[in-house]
């Protein structure tokens, strides 16, 4: 009898796929988000799976970015869960935690090293992350793309009373773009340049997996909504076909802002909680110079 893999076996086997063809130097597994379907009743088949999700960081010696290569590749190879993956060179990675990097030393500190060229290394170990200016950075990166974004829902608006809905679109696009943007600085401390709004939204699922459902896990009629944003980065500006009702534009500036509204909430908690953990810091460190002088 044929033996059925596990998601994770089929995980660990793809690994070694994309390992042999990019040939990194190290890929991190930072986070694994498992989503389950589960029916039963009289009149519907049994129904018991599981998806995961997984959240790489790719490291390669050269510098220059092959991200979206990657991305591609495992979007068009992996049909197991879905994959998230962050590609940057060597360089990139020593001046991160040179920088005081949150993001890059929490992933080095703590992340899973899934792979490495040199298998004689199992993990690494960088100088500890200083809390004491993330809340800060967080704080002003935030407010910089909140008020982008809500620049864009004004003009979005403002295109919707004049009747350039293809237009409309585009600017939402944007808002949902710079909201994501803003979460992932503000949870990840990571400086994301991703344009796609399904591999933002992804992304956004490391710290909050509830975060991609606000608009893909509703209504087919929802989901169809979303498309049509997601599309509107290029069809908007380069494709004559592209086309946007007043009804589904309408439709979509109510759902953008109220995701605007609650990236502004998720933010603000995660700046107090950031703003919390340096206090706490800071005491610590006043206590050990007592103690050692």
Same mark, same amino acid.
């Given at each position: 009898?044929?033996?059925?893999?596990?998601?994770?076996?089929?995980?660990?086997?793809?690994?070694?796929?994309?390992?042999?063809?990019?040939?990194?130097?190290?890929?991190?597994?930072?986070?694994?988000?498992?989503?389950?379907?589960?029916?039963?009743?009289?009149?519907?088949?049994?129904?018991?799976?599981?998806?995961?999700?997984?959240?790489?960081?790719?490291?390669?010696?050269?510098?220059?970015?092959?991200?979206?290569?990657?991305?591609?590749?495992?979007?068009?190879?992996?049909?197991?869960?879905?994959?998230?993956?962050?590609?940057?060179?060597?360089?990139?990675?020593?001046?991160?935690?040179?920088?005081?990097?949150?993001?890059?030393?929490?992933?080095?500190?703590?992340?899973?090293?899934?792979?490495?060229?040199?298998?004689?290394?199992?993990?690494?170990?960088?100088?500890?992350?200083?809390?004491?200016?993330?809340? =800060?950075?967080?704080? &002003? $990166?935030?407010?910089?793309?909140? /008020? %982008?974004?809500?620049?864009?829902?004004? +003009?979005?608006?403002?295109? =919707?009373?004049?009747? &350039? $809905?293809?237009?409309?679109?585009? /600017? %939402?696009?944007?808002?949902?773009?710079? +909201?994501?943007?803003?979460? =992932?600085?503000?949870?990840?401390?990571?400086?994301?340049?991703?344009?796609?709004?399904?591999?933002?939204?992804?992304?956004?699922?490391?710290?909050?997996?509830?975060?991609?459902?606000?608009?893909?896990?509703?209504?087919?009629?929802?989901?169809?909504?979303?498309?049509?944003?997601?599309?509107?980065?290029?069809?908007?500006?380069?494709?004559?076909?592209?086309?946007?009702?007043?009804?589904?534009?309408?439709?979509?500036?109510?759902?953008?802002?109220?995701?605007?509204?609650?990236?502004?909430?998720?933010?603000?908690?995660?700046?107090?909680?950031?703003?919390?953990?340096?206090?706490?810091?800071?005491?610590?460190?006043?206590?050990?110079?007592?103690?050692?002088?």
């Amino acid at each position: 009898m044929k033996r059925e893999f596990t998601q994770k076996e089929h995980f660990d086997d793809f690994i070694e796929v994309l390992a042999e063809r990019f040939e990194p130097l190290y890929i991190y597994c930072f986070g694994t988000a498992a989503q389950s379907n589960k029916k039963t009743g009289c009149f519907i088949d049994h129904v018991d799976e599981e998806t995961n999700r997984y959240f790489l960081l790719m490291i390669t010696e050269s510098s220059t970015r092959i991200e979206h290569e990657v991305q591609n590749y495992v979007n068009d190879h992996f049909h197991h869960g879905t994959i998230t993956a962050l590609v940057h060179g060597k360089e990139t990675l020593i001046e991160a935690v040179r920088a005081n990097s949150k993001f890059f030393i929490t992933v080095a500190n703590n992340a899973e090293l899934i792979y490495s060229k040199d298998s004689t290394i199992k993990s690494f170990q960088v100088p500890a992350f200083i809390p004491t200016q993330a809340a =800060i950075k967080a704080k &002003k $990166h935030h407010n910089h793309r909140q /008020m %982008l974004a809500t620049g864009f829902l004004e +003009s979005a608006l403002e295109c =919707i009373h004049k009747g &350039k $809905h293809n237009l409309a679109a585009f /600017m %939402l696009h944007q808002v949902v773009e710079q +909201s994501c943007i803003a979460l =992932i600085r503000v949870h990840l401390a990571y400086r994301s340049d991703i344009h796609n709004l399904y591999r933002l939204l992804r992304l956004c699922d490391s710290f909050s997996p509830a975060i991609s459902g606000f608009f893909l896990d509703e209504s087919e009629e929802g989901r169809r909504l979303f498309d049509i944003l997601a599309k509107s980065y290029s069809g908007a500006r380069y494709k004559d076909d592209f086309c946007v009702g007043p009804a589904d534009a309408t439709r979509m500036y109510y759902q953008v802002a109220a995701f605007l509204r609650l990236t502004t909430a998720l933010c603000n908690d995660k700046i107090e909680s950031l703003a919390i953990e340096a206090e706490v810091y800071k005491q610590l460190q006043k206590e050990r110079e007592v103690v050692y002088g």
